[in-house]
């Protein structure tokens, strides 16, 4: 047996080689778990840096969000959920601002990765972790935040060839991966008006994505609340290949070294509106991160941090602008919320 977490490219290279290329989704997943759960990939140090790790601000106002929409439902008692905490950040800038405002529920952590587990422990000692919505109590209304956590799920590809629609999969020569497209024919599930789509196309989906939906769905029907989810992504439906992998800050082959690098997708920001929408919760969004963020306050923020500590004001500024700004974060990443029937219009999607 071979099944030590150092030897991922073999354990993948042998089942490849005993059954046959395998779906994007299973090689994704396969390498995103292992990625995860030995290291802590967030800052400059690491592979990539999030918008919590950037500036207390992020934090700060998403705090805000949570806060005001929970003072316009009646102040009910709550349970907050973050999908995906990294290092906690987020969760204790938020929680810090909720705290000065009366707002502070217990903390619910939904992660997979022990590392960033201990690392979560540090920023927000009394949470609780999961690895999945189960683990959460049904006694309460949810406050639920996901930065940066669905781009991370696994994606199904599907290409359109000159027999028509196929799925993208992942084949193996030694310990070389490389993309291969099936022999099965899946027109029949794509949507009418791509079906002519010219030869090339490729057209994601992520399985992982719409079940952890439908389950947060369930939940907050059940027992009322809020989700705001924020990510890159666009509006859909797009046709293109976003997978993409980042390691020490560079682009990588999404297919070299699996669990070694970041492997994520654009979200289908569509998708989620549409399955959200299906299920019967009210839908926000999306907006881009540059307006939600200029619509909660952003500015003022970073001029009363200013005032505070005037030998950071250039650095604040530029924090506010990664943050905002149409070249950086502001534009490409999206902003969406999903509130259960009877619960205020939240804040940010004017
Ligand atoms: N939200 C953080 C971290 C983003 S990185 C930030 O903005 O800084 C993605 C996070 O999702 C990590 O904490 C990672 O361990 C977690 N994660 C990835 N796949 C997961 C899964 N399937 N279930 C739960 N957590 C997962």
């Known amino acids: 047996m071979i099944d030590s977490d150092t030897a991922l490219p073999e354990r993948l290279a042998r089942a490849i080689t005993l059954a046959g290329p395998i779906p994007l989704a299973q090689f994704m997943a396969a390498a995103n778990t292992h990625y995860y759960a030995t290291r802590d990939p967030l800052g400059t140090r690491g592979d990539f840096t999030t918008a919590p790790e950037i500036s207390q601000m992020f ?46 529920p217990p903390v619910h952590f939904v992660e997979t990765s022990p590392v960033l587990r201990d690392a979560q422990a540090e920023a927000v000692p009394d949470a609780e972790w999961s690895l999945d919505l189960v683990g959460v109590e049904d006694d309460a209304p949810l406050l639920v935040v996901a930065n940066e956590f669905f781009d991370a799920m696994p994606i199904r590809q599907l290409v359109k060839t000159e027999e028509g629609w196929r799925e993208r999969l992942v084949a193996c020569q030694d310990t070389l991966f490389l993309p291969v497209t099936g022999d099965r024919g899946f027109d029949q599930i794509i949507p009418h008006h791509l079906r002519s789509a010219p030869s090339g196309s490729i057209l994601e989906t992520s399985p992982a994505t719409l079940a952890i939906l439908r389950a947060l769905a369930a939940r907050l029907l059940a027992q ?76 003022a923020r970073a001029e009363a941090l200013s005032r505070a500590q005037p030998e950071r004001a250039d650095s604040i500024e530029v924090d506010r602008d990664r943050l905002i700004g149409g070249e950086a974060m502001g534009e490409l990443f999206k902003v969406i919320a999903l509130t259960a029937p009877g619960w205020p219009v939240p804040a940010g999607f004017a």
Request: contains cysteine; charged residues 20%; hydrophobic residues 45%.
């Open 59 to 104: 934090g700060e106002l998403i705090g805000a969000w949570l806060t005001d929409i929970w003072d316009r439902a009646g102040r009910p008692a709550t349970r907050c959920v973050e999908f995906g905490p990294g290092r906690g950040t987020l969760a204790k800038d938020a929680l810090r601002a909720m705290a000065k405002a009366g707002l502070t």
């Open 224 to 299: 009322g609340g809020a989700a705001l989810i924020i990510d890159y992504g666009h509006e859909g439906p797009a046709i293109g290949d976003t997978l993409q992998a980042v390691r020490g800050h560079e682009y990588a082959n999404p297919f070299d070294a699996p669990g070694e690098a970041d492997l994520t997708a654009h979200v289908d920001f569509a998708m989620i509106r549409d399955a959200a929408e299906l299920e019967g919760l009210t839908v926000h969004g999306p907006v881009t991160q540059g307006a939600f963020l200029t619509a909660l306050g952003i500015g």
